[in-house]
């Protein structure tokens, strides 16, 4: 397992299925990398070795694509809590 419970130590599998994740979200390719790459380094607390490609993606897993859910869903709850829109 990776530094949380339930991810796949295939960072590189985790990646390409994290930027799927954020084509699916964002609205640019260059705000989905953004996206892959944040998610990417919640997940295992680095920046990814791997280079960005949104050709290589791949459908994510139910644990990627809940701890995806999951990250968004606290990231909304703090920046409710300060005041700001997320």
Same mark, same amino acid.
């Not at 705000?31 to 949104?54: D, I, M």
């Given at each position: 397992?990776?530094?949380?419970?339930? #991810?796949?130590?295939? @960072?590189?599998?985790? +990646?390409?299925?994290?930027? +799927?994740?954020?084509?699916? #979200?964002?609205?640019?390719?260059?705000? *989905?990398?953004?996206? *892959?790459? *944040? @998610?990417?380094?919640? +997940?295992?607390?680095?920046?990814?070795?791997?280079?960005?490609?949104?050709?290589?993606? @791949?459908?994510?897993?139910?644990?990627?694509?809940?701890?995806?859910?999951?990250?968004? #869903? *606290?990231?909304?709850?703090?920046?409710?809590? @300060?005041?700001?829109?997320?």
């Amino acid at each position: 397992m990776g530094r949380r419970s339930g #991810i796949d130590t295939n @960072q590189s599998r985790t +990646l390409s299925q994290s930027t +799927l994740r954020g084509y699916e #979200i964002k609205q640019n390719d260059f705000q *989905a990398e953004k996206f *892959a790459l *944040a @998610q990417y380094r919640n +997940l295992y607390g680095v920046w990814p070795q791997n280079k960005y490609s949104h050709e290589l993606m @791949q459908e994510p897993r139910n644990e990627v694509r809940n701890k995806v859910r999951s990250n968004l #869903i *606290a990231y909304r709850h703090r920046m409710t809590k @300060q005041g700001r829109s997320a």
